[in-house]
């Protein structure tokens, strides 16, 4: 099957970046010593080396299960290449502090970690093209017939000449009815019902189905040609063509499912570890930080604007739940003499803030108390952002799938806040940016996401964005 063989060129892929990364330390440590560049190493340092560059090839494997097929993208292979050597970066330096090992050189670390980057980045864009020629051609070709309507043939057109680099040719195609001939790159051999005349003469391996005309009996019938020719059978999804994101199988007490998307927080063994976080950030900084900063606020309300310390809020959270949402206030109580509005987003310049609470806003520290709504658990530390209800509404009239943000705890920073995505939101198509960023956070989740997210936004509260007022 095309799956089979792509996921294993992949895995030869894995194999030889765990091979070429501690064979690099052997060679550049080699090089190091030749030039009189470092001390004279032992063999002992040399391979505790490279076995830290064996486990990061071992652990940096994981990230080709999200291979993005047998021709890569440029993009790919630069973030794959990236997370890749961050890892390796990690245990080799990791290393070399736990041991304090003063013979290895830490500027020969750093010149290892660049030319690993490197290395890993042409092996991760060239290696999978070339090693599919290797493996794949000669008695290794195998003929492809596609069967379905030519506007389905020629939606997963990219994806049938990809297959081109693990061993398939495209032999030609059977449609329906025998038409459609001169619109696709391959030629139309006939109707369906030709199949087993074509297979035998064409000596085809792999059918790919691409649609079922809701006909079970038709179905059927090329799964028994397949069967009795000896070929492969490949059912195309005829769901993916409505949905704009790729469909998720499941199987649940042996029914096939299909979701629109993952939610890694909808496991409970998740949901713990994200709530045993948020207690271990939320207690110190309630109990040490707020008794601190509250004195500070205290004064700084008493000179520029009297009035309660806490700013409260009615915020739309966790399945649309209601909760109010804690803030040191910013704003005056009321502007010439009328109350302020608690719905209008501040703008820039806005006459409602006063200087203190202005620096309060662009330092952050305005969203200290929610920490005590994290403690309560109607937040998280890293979320989507809560929106007052009103504002919900108003939103959902510009972005369909704003409700789904939703479908976690709203949180004191996001991933779109961490990306500069702070403030007032001007126009749509930044709205639609946070939305997307939230529900990329939502259904790629884990701790580390978290954990990166936190020390995003300390360097967005070092160096707000402009937006931030």
């Known amino acids: 099957m095309i799956h089979h063989r792509t996921r294993g060129l992949y895995r030869l892929l894995g194999a030889l970046v765990v091979v070429a990364l501690p064979l690099l330390f052997l060679a550049v440590s080699g090089v190091w010593m030749l030039l009189a560049l470092g001390a004279d ?24 299960r999200e291979h993005s097929g047998p021709t890569p993208q440029l993009e790919w292979a630069w973030r794959v290449s990236y997370r890749q050597t961050a890892i390796l970066a990690a245990l080799v330096f990791g290393l070399f502090f736990v041991t304090k090992n003063e013979v290895i050189s830490r500027t020969m670390l750093g010149v290892y970690i660049g030319v690993a980057w490197l290395l890993l980045f042409l092996l991760n864009l060239f290696a999978p093209a070339r090693l599919a020629k290797i493996m794949f051609l000669g008695r290794n070709l195998r003929s492809c017939l596609i069967v379905g309507n030519v506007e389905s043939a020629l939606r997963v057109r990219d994806w049938i000449e990809s297959t081109a680099a693990v061993g398939y040719e495209i032999a030609g195609q059977l449609t329906w009815h025998g038409g459609g001939g001169g619109q696709t790159p391959w030629p139309v051999l006939g109707s369906v019902y030709e199949l087993e005349r074509v297979v035998r003469e064409r000596n085809i391996h792999q059918v790919i189905l691409l649609g079922t005309r809701e006909s079970p009996d038709l179905v059927r019938r090329v799964a028994n040609v397949c069967d009795t020719e000896g070929c492969r059978l490949l059912i195309y999804n005829p769901w993916a063509g409505i949905f704009p994101q790729p469909l998720i199988p499941v199987t649940e007490s042996g029914h096939m499912f299909f979701m629109l998307r993952e939610e890694p927080l909808e496991n409970v063994l998740n949901r713990f570890i994200k709530r045993t976080f948020d207690l271990a950030v939320s207690i ?24 309660p310390m ?23 109580l009321e502007t010439s003499g009328q109350p302020i509005s608690e719905s209008k987003q501040a703008t820039k310049g806005d006459p409602r803030v006063f200087p203190f609470g202005q620096w309060l806003r662009r330092t952050s520290l305005d969203e200290f108390p929610q920490f005590i709504n994290v403690l309560r658990g109607e937040m998280s530390c890293v979320g989507p952002r809560p929106h007052l209800p009103e504002h919900d509404v108003l939103f959902h009239q510009y972005v369909d799938v704003y409700p789904m943000r939703h479908f976690a705890k709203p949180g004191l920073t996001g991933l779109a806040q961490s990306l500069g995505y702070r403030g007032e939101i001007t126009d749509v198509e930044v709205l639609r940016k946070r939305v997307r960023y939230d529900l990329d956070y939502i ?12 020390f995003r936004t300390v360097g967005q509260v070092l160096h707000p964005p402009k937006t931030a007022y």
């Open 41 to 64: 190493f032992t063999m002992a340092n040399v391979f505790a080396y490279m076995g830290a560059a064996l486990v990061a090839g071992l652990m940096g494997n994981n990230l080709y």
């Open 284 to 307: 110190p900084v309630v109990f040490l930080v707020l008794p601190v900063l509250m004195p500070l606020v205290w004064l700084g309300h008493r000179r520029q604007s009297a009035g």
């Open 310 to 332: 806490f700013f409260k809020q009615r915020r739309r959270g966790f399945n649309r739940r209601e909760f109010v949402l804690l803030k040191f206030r910013t704003m005056h």
């Open 443 to 454: 259904n790629n989740w884990t701790l580390g996401l978290d954990i990166q997210i936190m």
